[in-house]
């Protein structure tokens, strides 16, 4: 079955092998721009030593409520959907370039939290300014609904994702 690159929107009454077909030009789409987003976010961040996985990581614990007292790895985990071994790896990179750092939770000598440094705050900063201009080239063919409307239908995605894998980060 060919569709056009603008493709018109299924009726519902398709059969399933249209819809097979849209998913699976769907799903590589997917895996082509999440290739693309590897390649071409990392040398947006590049002048500052950062790969897309630390740009996540550095994003995460530079929101309000991780600010003051980092995240758990476990938290971290949950929130990035990424396995323990490659969030571990990230970590041991930015802690040994002094951007995160794990500290011992109060009353639990075993629990940890990871909380941006000073340096990885001021890192952060900077980053921001490349990573707002990515962005701003990436989706300069959007509308500010367009993105609106793409976040919401990518979370619904991940949502049925993630229910496949039972919700877990490692599966």
């Known amino acids: 079955m060919d569709y056009p690159d603008e493709m018109a929107p299924l009726h519902p009454a398709q059969d399933a092998a ?12 997917l895996y082509q721009a ?6 071409t976010g990392t040398r947006a961040v590049a002048r500052y030593g950062a790969t897309t996985q630390q740009w996540a990581v550095l994003g995460a614990l530079s929101r309000p ?6 995240m758990t ?18 970590l041991d990179r930015l802690e040994a370039a002094g ?14 939290h990871v909380r941006l440094t000073a340096q990885g705050a001021a890192v952060w900063a900077e980053m921001r300014g490349s990573i707002r201009a990515y962005y701003d080239e990436a989706l300069a063919g959007f509308s500010t609904q367009d ?25």
């Open 147 to 171: 993105c609106v409307t793409l976040f919401r239908l990518l979370d619904r995605l991940r949502d049925g994702l993630a229910a496949l894998s039972g919700g877990e980060a490692d599966a």
């Open 65 to 70: 409520q991780a600010r003051a007292e980092g």
């Open 34 to 39: 999440s290739n693309l987003l590897h390649k």
């Open 73 to 90: 790895v476990k938290d971290l985990l949950t929130f990035l959907m990424v396995s323990r071994q490659n969030l571990s790896a990230v």
């Open 99 to 112: 951007l995160v750092e794990r500290v011992r939770v109060r009353g639990d000598g075993r629990l940890r």
């Open 18 to 29: 249209a819809r097979f077909d849209v998913a699976n030009r769907l799903f590589l789409r």
